[in-house]
């Protein structure tokens, strides 16, 4: 008795995608790391919006990749859960630190 599984989320089924989205895709990110360039070239214009402005565009770049090219589009939800999950621990770490350095406090040494 063959059973069809193409509605059950448990069974692996191939991440078909036309090669046209990946040409796609990868022009959105050479166009990403054009504006990069040029972001860095203004970062004196922009002044303290320079740092998040690169954030940004390095976000936009990062999600493309993790959803075409590593196929999280695709996958199931929990799969991307864990996956969102990680970057989550990875940010707080990030916070964790820099709230860390800024809030040390300077020695000065009396010799």
Not at 39 to 68: D, E, M, Q, S
Not at 91 to 101: H, N, S, T
Request: glycine letters at 2%.
């Amino acid at each position: 008795m063959a059973q069809h599984n193409d509605n059950n989320p448990n069974v692996l089924h191939p991440h078909i995608t036309p090669l046209a989205t990946y040409f796609k895709v990868a022009m959105a990110l050479f166009g990403l790391t054009f504006l990069t360039i040029i972001a860095h070239h203004f970062r004196a214009n922009l002044g303290a919006l320079a740092a998040p402005v690169a954030f940004l565009i390095a976000l936009v770049k990062a999600t493309l990749v993790c959803l075409w090219f590593m196929h999280l589009k695709d996958d199931t939800k929990i799969n991307r859960f864990v996956f969102a999950s990680g970057f989550f621990f990875l940010a707080l770490l990030f916070v964790i630190c820099a709230m860390d350095i800024a809030t040390r406090v300077l020695e000065v040494s009396p010799l």
